[in-house]
């Protein structure tokens, strides 16, 4: 028994064992970055001039242009206004024959060849990038960084700017700068998931084959390739699939496909309009059906279930489990994986069955779907030899690329246009957080309260990533108004489909025995989403959103060059005017301004770890 004295120390020890430990950093700064996005969101949404007068404008806006865009002209059909004796148009629909619907093929056509061209262009060039960039296979940690170095400067110019300075380069060479833009910038992407591949290899072959006096190149081409092989494979078709979205951006440019034709419909007075609305389905079911192909291909290739979040990767695991249940050689449907020493030494005495001949019959197709690509797209390769860089190099001409300067445009204009780009980004995050919100936890399988609550929100979800966010801005854009508001809502919007999945994905993804102990000790729904289920996804959240930013910060200076203003407002002028000097400066500002957001998030993730 304690003495009175001793009563305050045992109260005190008592106190010590009670006391809650201190946070996690992980928790600390997840929160810390959830304030500094709110803060800066709601900073942003005033510098944009959000207010009640600017919604109500941007809806009398949209009413205006769905009212020029219908009634909707297809391919194969013409509409005519023919003017009543009271005042009012009275619209009719003519059918024109097939020759539209072949030329609208065609478009379609030439843009999957430049698509893929580019993309195939891509992968043979973030070879000896990744080689370089990856920890275990460069030779030198200067090589490492300057091989890192392109990765992001590739990833940090927009590929509209590859097209217009090599258009320049090449006088009336046709696909060709198309063709090598997409590549170059892809292999941002694409060097980078290469280089992770290698990092992330089995270093016994590559062990083996150098005790054994192979070569640097046996070591290579023998000990890692066989390895990375199935992951760059779904690398290439998964940025093959993101190309295509962007191809809509290159129409402003003039690259010719789908994206020149909608280009085209939208500047093309109210004729032009009426066929916007149906470019766009015909854009939006050409991604869908393009991304479906991408992961069944993967799935037969790889032989692995597909794991993203994308309307592909849906779809895939559907056939499969269809595929699985109809064979019956599985009762969830899941495709069965072997253990990896299984799998090496089924490798090692591969049988010519049907499963292997079946899949070299589609690499073989994909071969010559590649070789197809090139020739239909008929890029005029002579012009590499012989381009005109005395143009770019030369100060004394016009059109020189060097030394960098902003033109008539002070430092200050530069630094407002700098902060726009930014503001539409924040601003859009925290709209698309906000949403997703609501629209990710209540599609998780683990907070909605009944299946069909969380089978509606993951269909919101599903339907509105399935749209190119490109398109859906874009249209925004033009329907909305010119400016960053209408900008920054589109992003928003468009960013939900992603975040949304994400979130909800998070949350059904956390240890669910703290959820189980409330649950059994009484507490309610809404007791055990707030006290487990949110603060163990909050890490993962925050990361998500990170990522979410990122693209924003990319997507804001590409909404620029279709009218929201910003960086992307300033490049465009300086495009058109071919004055290279200032595309130059503006490129330098644009890659400054990914290399401090993309370097902010890995130290951040790094502390969410």
Known sequence: MTTVAERPTAIAARSALVRRPAPRLSTIVSYGVIIAILALGVWSFIGLDYSLKSLDTTGKNIARFLGMATPMQWPGWEVAGERQADGTTTYVTTWVGFAPIWEMFLTIVI??????????????????????????????????????????????????????????????????????????HSVGMISKMFADA???????????????????????????????????????LHRADINLRGTVILGVVGVIGIGYELDEALHGGPAGMRRVIPLVVIIIVLCVLFEVVSSLLRTRLLGVQPTGKGLGDTVARAVARTKASVEGASTTGAIRTQDRNARIEAAMHRPWDRSRIGNTVWIWV?????????????????????????????????????PPHFGSRSVADVTAAVVTT???????????????????????????????????????????????????????????????????LALGIGGVGLLAKLIGDSMEEVPNGPERALAAGGSTRTQVFFSSTLPMSVPAMVSHLMYLLEQNIRSATLLGIVGAGGIGFLLLNALQGRHFDEVLAYVLVIIAMVVVVESASILIRRALK
């Open 111 to 184: 843009t999957l060849a430049l698509v893929i061209a580019g993309t195939a262009l891509a992968a043979v060039l973030s070879v000896p990038v990744a080689y370089g960039a990856a920890r275990n296979t460069t030779p030198h940690g200067l090589v490492l960084a300057a091989c890192r170095g392109i990765g992001v400067i590739a990833r940090a110019v927009p590929d509209v700017v590859f097209v217009v300075i090599f258009a320049f380069l090449w006088f009336n060479s046709g696909t060709l700068p198309a063709i090598v833009a997409i590549g170059l």
């Open 198 to 236: 290698i990092e992330q290899i089995d270093e016994g072959p590559r062990l083996a084959i150098r005790s054994a006096g192979g070569s640097k190149s046996q070591e290579f081409w023998s000990g890692v390739i066989p390895q990375v092989l199935p992951a760059w494979i779904a690398v290439a």
């Open 366 to 402: 994909g071969i010559l779907v590649v070789i197809g690509a090139f020739v239909y797209a008929a890029p005029d390769i002579t012009k590499m030899l012989a381009p005109s860089w005395n143009e770019l190099v030369d100060p004394a001409r016009d059109r020189a690329i060097w």
């Open 422 to 488: 930014i503001q539409i980004a924040f601003a859009a995050s925290l709209m698309g957080a906000i949403i997703s919100a609501v629209v990710g936890p209540l599609s998780a399988r683990n907070v909605a309260p009944n299946s069909w609550i969380r089978n509606t929100f993951r269909g919101i979800a599903l339907f509105i990533r399935a749209i190119p966010d490109l398109v859906v801005a874009i249209l925004f854009i033009i329907a909305a108004g010119i400016g960053p508001q209408a900008g920054a």
